[in-house]
């Protein structure tokens, strides 16, 4: 070895002693890669470039008017996709919605009047019935480990049927009260999409904010886990189907006072765009965390599609057509970006408790 050379390590040597290794540099997230990891960023940009091109497509379609006409049926899937989404996060899927709403619509129709239960008691009874229904699908999932597609499915046609007893087969007619407060406004705004953004920062509250909601996160995303440390999954299963069947219900009542006369099937159109509504918003059918403001933003995106649709036709099949391409896509994607297959087999076939 010369005099002044450098003595440099072998190659594959291990360091010397007390020699420090460098940490490799920690790079900043920038604010664009922060929105993009937001679950709800997709369906933002979704309703952004909706709004853009809608001009385009059909002038007026964004005017006063049209919203005015757009709101409040969008405010009705955001209430009914929020409880959709609940059940969702716990690894299931709740097909009754459409039953507790034509069920809640009718209670309030059929005994709002005056010399009925009144009003009060009437809307008390619609929420209750519907919410009944969904704490036993709730109570058979959890604790028989019967599969949510089959329960639900059941717990739809026992409401169904439950219509049909009370009605007689003809519908009822809502008091005027209601009719108006469902169709009033609030500095200029519908008082159902009023109600609805306060129902969905409600619950983005109670998911996010408090110590209950990051469990009830927990336990959707691995039962196993949670039961590791503690924590039983039954109760927020029970709870989050029977939330969806109130929030359903919610959304009947509303309904009811909108329509007026609600018809035995009202809550059928509800039913794609509720599960439509909360892939858009970034919730994975496979359970875990999911994003109740995305939720939001995803019926709203269907609202105006909706009206953007029917500005060519009336019938309802393109609009159906296209919130089932919605899930299928959406449901394909989850996967290929590492969704759990296995919870998606689980609404189907019976689970090992």
């Not at 049909?164 to 008082?191: K, N």
């Not at 336990?219 to 929030?247: C, D, F, K, Q």
């Not at 009336?314 to 159906?320: G, I, K, L, P």
């Not at 919870?343 to 408790?353: E, G, H, I, N, V």
Request: hydrophobic residues 55%.
């Amino acid at each position: 070895m010369t005099i002044g050379s450098e003595q440099r390590p072998a190659a594959g040597a291990a360091p010397a002693a007390g020699a420090v290794a460098e940490r490799p540099s920690i790079k900043p997230i920038s604010p664009l890669a922060r929105v993009a990891s937001w679950p709800a960023a997709r369906a933002l940009i979704a309703v952004i470039v909706l709004f853009a091109i809608s001009p385009l497509i059909a002038p007026g379609s964004i005017s006063a008017t049209a919203m005015s006409s757009m709101l409040p049926f969008a405010a009705l899937t955001a209430v009914v996709a929020v409880g959709q989404t609940l059940v969702i996060m716990q690894g299931g899927l709740d097909l009754s919605v459409a039953g507790a709403i034509t069920l809640g619509a009718l209670i309030v129709a059929k005994f709002g009047g005056p010399d009925q239960l009144g009003l009060g008691g009437a809307i008390v009874l619609a929420l209750v019935v519907p919410a009944l229904f969904g704490l036993i699908s709730g109570l058979v999932i959890a604790f028989f480990g019967l599969p949510p597609l089959v329960v639900t499915i059941a717990s739809n046609a026992l409401m169904v049927g439950t219509v049909q007893a009370v009605s007689g087969g003809y519908g009822g007619q809502v008091v005027d009260s209601l009719s108006q407060f469902s169709l009033s406004r609030w500095l200029g705004i519908p008082v159902l999409a009023i109600i609805a953004t306060i129902v969905v920062l409600v619950v983005h509250v109670l998911v996010k904010a408090i110590r209950v909601g990051r469990r009830f996160e927990l336990v959707g995303a691995n039962p196993r886990a949670a039961r590791s440390i503690g924590l039983s999954p039954n109760g927020y299963v029970v709870g989050a189907y029977t939330l969806s069947a109130l929030l359903a219900a919610t959304c009947g009542v509303l309904l009811a006072g909108l329509l007026r006369s609600p018809t035995l099937t009202a809550g059928d159109a509800y039913l794609l765009p509720s599960i439509a509504a909360v892939v858009l918003g970034g919730t994975a059918l496979t359970g875990g965390k999911g994003s109740i403001v995305g939720t939001a933003l995803g019926a709203l995106f269907l609202g105006q599609l909706g009206q953007l649709v029917q500005t060519f036709t009336q019938t309802t099949a393109a609009q159906n057509i296209i919130q089932a391409v919605i899930i299928a896509v959406g449901i394909v994607v989850q996967i290929k970006l590492g969704g759990n297959t296995s919870r998606l087999k689980a609404m189907f076939t019976r689970s090992k408790t």
